[in-house]
């Protein structure tokens, strides 16, 4: 969205040190809902037969500790991008 | 009393409660303190609408049936909350602009606004969703007969009865809480409320059940897990496409189902309340989840043989002796189960009266649309017979399926249809290519493929579906069959259903949208649901009269720039006699407005643009207010184009002066330089007659020599003479003369010049008469300057006074600020044509005199300009009148 919202014209290559940190947070704002997604189809390759079956009491922790990391990442993330979210859109650029 | 009584007492004053909560928060609203009824914590809390008692009850029983599969109904909506940047923030802000009223409203509006789409989005809607609300009443229901069982037990017609009044009473609330305004956007301050105070009711009982079981009954966590371990379903076993599929289910439920949307996005204020939500909700939906489990193992273990897993939050507690906390488990579930029929019922009845009612009322009422409070209370009329409508028609779903099948079973199902909207939601928010034959294309294959591959055989066999379809086919082909499309066998149901669907659905969306061509709303809207964070800044909200006053301001005030906006909204202000300067916008003030605008964008816009805001949406106002800017900026910049242009005109006059001026003085110059020219060549003439003469003649007499020598010395003289003077002139015209100020008196500078001037080379006398007293004044300029003026005058006196004994009278007079000098003569004086030429260059008054180069006069008058004073001929009745004026200031600066 930041960049499609730059201006028409030369586009700036570098940017101030803030400015693409901010944008570097808006990245990962993006892929934090796959990352979240991979770690909970983790347990789909886990075996279900034979040796090596994961017990239910991990399982439970796994995917509750997974849990707990998305809601502390997104945490992190919101409270970075707080200002995009509470300013008007167009100070971004 | 029995404890049945005290659970219809305790019900009782928990609806009272709500009731309160509700009317509580609406009074606040109406006194205007929204800061805390809208703050991010209630909406996280209301987000939690889509926990509803299938997800308190069913969540344990699925728990106990299928191990950790229940957890997937989280993780969806968890990674939806995870991906609010980039998804959801979009989404609120889509909704907030366009004023988006529920998830029909959403699809028809970015398919250019076709209603045939919302139609049929809201039927999938209400078929998807009536079973749900059914659900709810039995969770009710089922957790009545078992505080029943107690005591004398409860029989078929006392649930039916109980289910009745419960959705008598969810439909009274809902309407009197959710059918109070009208707004644009759909908020209910009053219901959001409730909710939230309902989200923490279930969170609070479910929490309090899951720390009973965990530290009460295991022990502790720690024996817990080992609890869990040594359990029916100790090792981790899941069916792998059901763990993907649900949680793609439920993510996709999360964003389509109508109350979820309605609390995500219609009920959303704020849009930086998302921010905190995007974690806070993640967290609830993670505690609501934590118990599950544990509880699911104690009551397998608790519970005699087969008794109802998807009641072990009650029954569990009950069995153990803690009736207090089972009290607290039932209001627990009886707070999912109203919360979703409330917000289910408002969402619904929103869409089926704005999509279906109000579009047949309209077609049966041509005339009705013109009377604006008509329409209104039309409007709220369908919206609480539609209220009432959706929660019965759930009671008779509750009534005709009589209970029975798995309480999970029918929510997915449920899902599954409603997840059919995802695509067409999707793809109109991120591809501009999506069109409405697409999305309806879509729509109508997942539909068509849902009901028939998993909602009628939901029903069970034999009842909807036709014993032999199920078995041999549609139309006897056995690749039709509803639960193995294309002879592929071995899938779940569910997930058969949904990946058929989806895969229609996706593909002849996609397909159909590449193959046709949108209309121009369409693409209009298109382009700002794509771009919406370009084309938006933070939506504001529309309310009332005055609001849309304002609207009209505003964009008036583009058109037509902002002081004569103001001025034409003051002047009608004060026709309506209206407090403050908006009008209100009665058709007479509407009609006036329109031509002025018209004036500045053409009547047919200005029509349309004023309509727009007044009602009658087809283009939405940001475009027009797109168009508006676009228009001011054209009218800017046609008059700065006009400005220029005037100026250009301006300094092409100026320049066509300037070159007249330019073409004259070179006239001049050439007039100029010619009479210079030949002023020189006479004197060089005879000088090299002359000396022609002196040299080729042999013989001459001395006398004769001495004749021609002094002729060319005369001459010589007479052209530096001439030279002297031109240079003179140059230099006094060019302002480069440095005056030589000083002290002195009049009477000096006028000797001096008489004794100068007051005898020619020929000896002719000039009498001078003078006043000498009159002469004392001392004066402060260049007295040399000064003194040349007086002796060019007087020998001008002397050459051209043709009196018979010529006599020039200096008098001097002096007034207040200036010294006037006059030299009169008593000759004829100047010829009144010739008085005009007199100080030009090289002007003569007669060719026989010709004794200077005629430059005299004119380095008087630029020597007097100098000196800050003037010369001038004054006509008199006798003689000539040259007089001479100096500033008076000059002459007091001395004294």
Same mark, same amino acid.
């Given at each position: ?14 940017? $101030? ?66 200002? $995009? ?6 100070? $971004?650029? | ?15 009272? #409660? ?22 991010? +914590?209630?909406?996280? +809390? ?13 969540? =344990? ?40 009223? *529920? ?16 139609? &049929? ?22 957790? #009545? ?25 969810? /439909? ?20 959001? %409320?409730?909710?939230? =105070? ?55 439920? #999360? ?127 369908? !919206? ?7 929660? %019965? ?30 695509? /067409? %939601? ?11 034959? &697409? ?24 009842? =909807? ?7 041999? &086919? ?104 209206? !407090? ?64 220029? *242009? ?39 003439? *005879? ?18 020599? *001495? ?75 260049? +007295?040399? !300057? ?110």
């Amino acid at each position: 969205m930041n960049r499609t919202t730059d201006r028409p014209g030369a586009p700036t290559v570098f940017h $101030e040190r803030r400015t693409y940190r901010r944008r570097r947070v808006m990245d990962a704002a993006r892929v934090a809902p796959i990352l979240v997604l991979i770690l909970w189809m983790i347990p789909l390759i886990w075996p279900q037969t034979g040796d090596g079956t994961v017990s239910s009491a991990t399982a439970l922790i796994y995917i509750f500790l997974v849990w707990a990391g998305a809601i502390l990442l997104t945490w992190a993330i919101s409270h970075l991008l707080a200002d $995009e979210v509470d300013e008007p859109p167009d100070s $971004e650029s | 009393m029995s404890t049945l009584n005290l659970l219809v007492a305790v019900c009782t004053a928990y609806v009272l #409660f709500l009731f309160l909560v509700a009317f509580a928060a609406d009074r606040l609203a109406l006194q205007g303190k929204k800061a805390w009824l809208r703050s991010p +914590l209630i909406y996280t +809390l209301s987000l939690s609408i889509y926990c509803t008692a299938w997800t308190f009850y069913g969540a =344990v029983g699925s728990a106990a049936r299928n191990g950790f599969e229940y957890l997937t109904i989280y993780l969806g909506p968890t990674i939806v909350m995870v991906s609010w940047w980039w998804l959801l923030r979009k989404l609120i802000r889509i909704g907030r602009t366009q004023k988006i009223t *529920s998830i029909a409203d959403l699809i028809s509006s970015r398919y250019g606004k076709s209603s045939l789409l919302a139609a &049929g989005v809201t039927i999938l809607a209400v078929i998807g969703t009536t079973p749900y609300i059914a659900l709810q009443l039995q969770s009710v229901t089922l957790s #009545f007969s078992v505080f029943a069982a107690q005591s004398d037990g409860l029989g078929p017609e006392d649930q039916a009865r109980v289910a009745l009044w419960l959705s008598l009473g969810l /439909a009274v609330f809902t309407v009197l809480f959710g059918t109070r305004n009208l707004d644009a956007k759909e908020r209910h301050d009053g219901v959001v %409320m409730a909710i939230a =105070v309902e989200a923490v009711v279930k969170l609070v009982a479910l929490l309090s059940v899951g720390i009973f079981v965990v530290w009460g009954v295991s022990g502790g966590l720690s024996n817990a897990l080992t609890q869990i371990d040594a359990s029916e379903f100790g090792q981790w076993h899941t069916d792998r496409s059901r763990w993907a599929g649900l949680i793609f289910l439920s993510a996709a439920a #999360f964003l389509c189902l109508p109350r979820t949307f309605q609390v995500l996005v219609v009920e959303n204020d704020d849009e930086s309340h998302l921010r905190t939500a995007s974690w806070a909700f993640p967290l609830y939906l993670c505690l609501i989840s934590l118990f599950v489990v544990p509880i699911a193992v104690v009551g397998l273990d608790v519970m005699p043989e087969g008794s109802n897993p998807d009641l072990f939050v009650l029954t569990v507690p009950l069995a153990l002796g803690e009736d207090g906390l089972a009290m607290l488990s039932f209001l627990g579930g009886f707070s999912s189960a109203t919360s979703m029929v409330i917000v289910a019922a408002i969402a619904l009845s929103t869409m089926v009266s704005n999509h279906i009612v109000m579009p047949i009322w309209l077609r049966l009422n041509p005339s009705g649309a013109s009377v604006s409070g008509d329409v209104r209370a039309a409007v709220l009329m369908a !919206r609480r017979i539609s209220i009432v409508g959706v929660v %019965m028609l759930g009671y008779l779903y509750f009534r005709m399926s009589s209970g029975g099948a798995a309480l999970a079973s029918i929510g997915l199902v449920a899902f599954c249809g409603l997840a059919q909207v995802l695509p /067409a %939601m999707l793809g109109g928010m991120f591809w501009r290519g999506a069109t409405r034959m &697409g999305a309806f294309a879509g729509l109508t294959a997942g539909f068509a493929i849902w009901l028939y591959t998993l909602y009628l055989p939901s029903f069970g066999v034999g009842t =909807v579906l036709p014993m032999s379809i199920v078995e041999n &086919g549609l139309f006897g082909l056995t690749w039709l069959k509803p639960d193995a499309l294309f002879g592929i066998t071995g899938l779940d149901q569910l997930m058969h259903a949904l990946l058929w669907s989806m895969l229609f659905n996706v593909v002849s969306f996609v397909t159909v949208s590449l193959m046709t061509f949108p209309s121009p709303l369409e693409r209009l809207q298109a382009a700002q649901f794509v771009n919406i964070f370009e084309h938006s800044t933070n939506a504001r909200s529309w309310s009332g009269g005055t609001a849309q006053a304002e609207d009209l301001m505003v964009m008036a005030q583009r058109i037509l720039g902002a002081g004569e906006a103001q001025a034409l909204f003051q002047r009608h202000a004060r026709r309506q006699g209206a !407090r403050g300067n908006l009008p209100a916008p009665t058709p007479d003030f509407l009609e006036a407005l329109e031509r002025e605008l018209g004036s500045s964008v053409g009547a047919a816009t200005a029509h349309a643009m004023v309509g727009q805001i007044t009602g009658g949406m087809a283009i939405s106002v940001e475009d027009l207010m797109a168009v508006a800017d676009e228009t001011a900026q054209m009218l800017e910049y046609s008059a700065r184009l006009k400005e220029q *242009s005037e100026e250009l005109s301006r300094t092409a006059l100026e320049l066509r002066n300037a070159n007249q001026k330019l073409t004259r003085l070179s006239i001049q110059k050439d007039a100029f330089l010619s009479q210079i020219s030949h002023e020189l060549r006479t004197p060089m003439t *005879s000088i090299r007659a002359f000396s022609e003469i002196l040299r080729d003649t042999d013989q001459m007499t001395p006398e004769d020599q *001495s004749r021609y020598a002094s002729i060319i010395h005369d001459e010589a003289q007479r052209l530096t003479r001439l030279l002297d003077d031109l240079l003179d002139l140059s230099v006094v015209e060019n302002g480069q003369v440095n005056l030589n100020l000083r002290d002195g008196t009049l009477r000096a500078t006028l000797d001096r010049a008489v004794a100068s001037a007051g005898i020619g080379e020929d000896g002719v006398k000039l009498e001078v008469r003078r006043d000498v007293a009159k002469e004392d004044i001392v004066l402060y300029t260049d +007295l040399d !300057r000064l003194a040349q003026v007086f002796i060019n005058l007087i020998a001008n006196a002397r050459k051209y006074c043709d009196a018979a004994s010529p006599r020039l009278v200096i008098r001097v007079m002096q007034d207040a600020d200036r010294v006037v000098i006059d030299f009169h003569d008593n000759g004829s004086g100047i010829a009144p044509e010739a008085v005009d030429m007199i100080f030009e260059k090289f002007a003569r008054v007669s060719d026989q005199k010709a004794g200077g180069a005629g430059l005299g006069l004119a380095i008087c008058r630029q020597v007097m300009t100098r000196l800050g004073g003037s010369v001038d001929y004054i006509p008199s009745t006798r003689g000539a009148n040259f007089r001479v004026v100096l500033p008076y200031r000059t002459a007091l600066a001395a004294q």
